[in-house]
C-alpha cells in the first residue's frame, strides 16, 4: 500500500472538504470561509477564498460535472457559487426557509438539486426554478425529531438518507415533479411522493448518528452512531421489514464519518484519528483493520495499555509523561470529521480522501 499523501494546510479545523472531478481544485471549510487551493505538483496552494457567510460553514460539496459549488453555514444560509467569464466566483443565495443552523450539504448525483440538514429538524430539498432564476427549496419535516447530522443520496437522485440526533436513520423520498424524472421500483418502494418515509432505523443504544451512506448499488444502507457501532441495512421490499439488520460493535472510539468503497467494503474514521476497514455482506460484517500500516511506534492494543502504564510511571517520577506527550502515532494527529471519495474506477474506490480537526487532507490508496 503506498504512503498516504499528507497536506498540512493550516492549524485549523476543517468541518469539510471537496475535491473538483479532475482533482486539480480543493474546497476546504475553514471558518467563515471557504479556501479554494490548486494543485501545483505534489501540493496544494491557496488561490481563492469564498466568502460570504458570517458564522461558521459547516459544509461544502463540489459538483463533479458543473464543477458549481454549493456551502452551507451556522448563519442559516447555502449559496450556489458559479465561476464567471471574469474569473471570480459568483454566489446565488438560496431560499432554505429554516430558523436553526444549516449542518450539513450535498449534491443529488444528476447535480439538478442538493440538500441541506438543519438544527430545525428539517432537510430543504433544494432545486433551480427557471421561471424566476432561483434556487428555491421544498421542506421534509415528518418524521424528524432533532437536529439532522448527515444526508446521503441515492444512485437515483430521489432518495435520501439522513442521520440524526434522535438516533435514527431515515430514507425518504424528495421527488420533484419538475425536475425529477419517475424511478425505477426497488426494495425501498415502488411510488415514491415527496416526503415518503421509505425506511426508518433506530440505533440499538438511541445514539447520535453520525453519517450514513448508501452503497455503490443503492441496496444498502450503512450508518454509524456515537455508540462506537456501525450498522448496515439490508431492505427486503417496500413496507416490508429489511432482509438483515448487522450492527458491529467496536472498542474504538466513535466514528464521525463512512463511505462505501465497494458493495462489500466501508471505511469509517473518527475520534479515534484513523481510518478503519469494515468488510461483509448480507449474512454479516467484521471489522478488518486500519488503513495505518502497522510499522514500529504503531500501537496494538497491548502496547498502547503498557505505554500508559509506562507514561504514568515517567509522571510519578520525572514530572512529565515522556518526549512524545503531543505527537500522536497516527497520520491525522486529531479527529477526522470527513471522509470524501477521491479516485474511482467504474464504481470501485481506489483513493479517498480524509478532512480533520489538525488542519490536514490526507489522500490514501486502498
Not at 340 to 351: I, L, M, P, S, T
Request: hydrophobic fraction near 35%.
Amino acid at each position: 500500500m503506498a504512503a498516504p499523501e499528507v497536506h498540512h494546510l493550516f492549524h485549523a479545523p476543517i468541518a469539510d472538504h471537496s475535491f473538483s472531478a479532475d482533482r486539480n481544485t480543493l474546497a476546504v471549510a475553514r471558518e467563515n470561509n471557504v479556501d479554494l487551493y490548486q494543485r501545483s505538483g505534489k501540493s496544494f496552494n491557496l488561490q481563492d477564498e469564498l466568502r460570504g457567510h458570517d458564522k461558521t460553514i459547516t459544509g461544502v460539496d463540489i459538483a463533479p460535472r458543473s464543477g458549481r459549488i454549493v456551502t452551507c453555514s451556522q448563519d442559516r444560509n447555502a449559496y450556489v457559487w458559479e465561476p464567471s467569464k471574469s474569473g471570480e466566483w459568483k454566489p446565488t443565495l438560496v431560499l432554505l426557509r429554516i430558523n436553526r443552523a444549516a449542518t450539513c450539504v450535498r449534491w443529488s448525483p444528476s447535480e439538478a438539486k442538493f440538500a441541506v440538514g438543519s438544527g430545525a429538524r428539517i432537510i430543504a430539498v433544494c432545486y433551480f426554478e427557471e421561471e424566476n432564476d432561483w434556487w428555491i427549496s421544498k421542506h421534509l419535516k415528518k418524521p424528524l425529531r432533532s437536529t439532522v447530522t448527515s444526508v446521503a443520496w441515492h444512485p437515483n437522485s430521489v432518495l435520501l438518507a439522513a442521520g440524526s440526533t434522535d438516533g435514527h436513520a431515515r430514507v425518504f423520498s424528495s421527488f420533484i415533479k419538475s425536475t425529477d424524472e419517475r424511478p425505477e421500483p426497488s426494495a425501498w418502494g415502488e411510488r415514491l411522493p415527496f416526503n415518503t418515509v421509505c425506511g426508518e432505523y433506530l440505533n440499538p443504544t438511541a445514539g447520535w448518528v453520525h453519517s450514513v451512506g448508501f452503497s455503490p448499488s443503492g441496496n444498502a444502507l450503512a450508518f454509524v452512531s456515537h455508540d462506537s457501532a456501525v450498522t448496515v441495512v439490508y431492505p427486503s421490499a417496500p413496507e416490508q421489514p429489511p432482509q438483515a439488520v448487522i450492527s458491529i460493535s467496536t472498542q474504538l472510539l466513535p466514528f464521525a464519518d463512512l463511505l462505501w468503497i465497494s458493495e462489500s467494503e466501508i471505511v469509517c474514521a473518527g475520534y479515534d484519528c484513523e481510518v478503519y476497514r469494515f468488510s461483509g455482506d448480507a449474512s454479516g460484517w467484521q471489522l478488518t483493520g486500519s488503513l495505518e500500516a502497522a510499522k514500529d511506534g504503531r500501537p496494538g492494543m497491548e502496547q498502547r495499555e503498557e505505554s500508559a502504564l509506562n507514561m504514568f510511571r515517567s509522571m510519578d517520577l520525572k514530572g512529565r509523561g515522556g518526549v512524545e506527550d503531543t505527537k500522536l502515532k497516527t497520520v491525522h494527529q486529531n479527529t477526522i470529521n470527513t471522509i470524501r471519495v477521491y479516485q474511482d474506477a467504474g464504481g470501485d474506490v481506489q483513493k479517498i480522501s480524509t478532512g480533520g480537526v489538525d488542519g490536514r487532507v490526507v489522500v490514501w490508496s486502498l
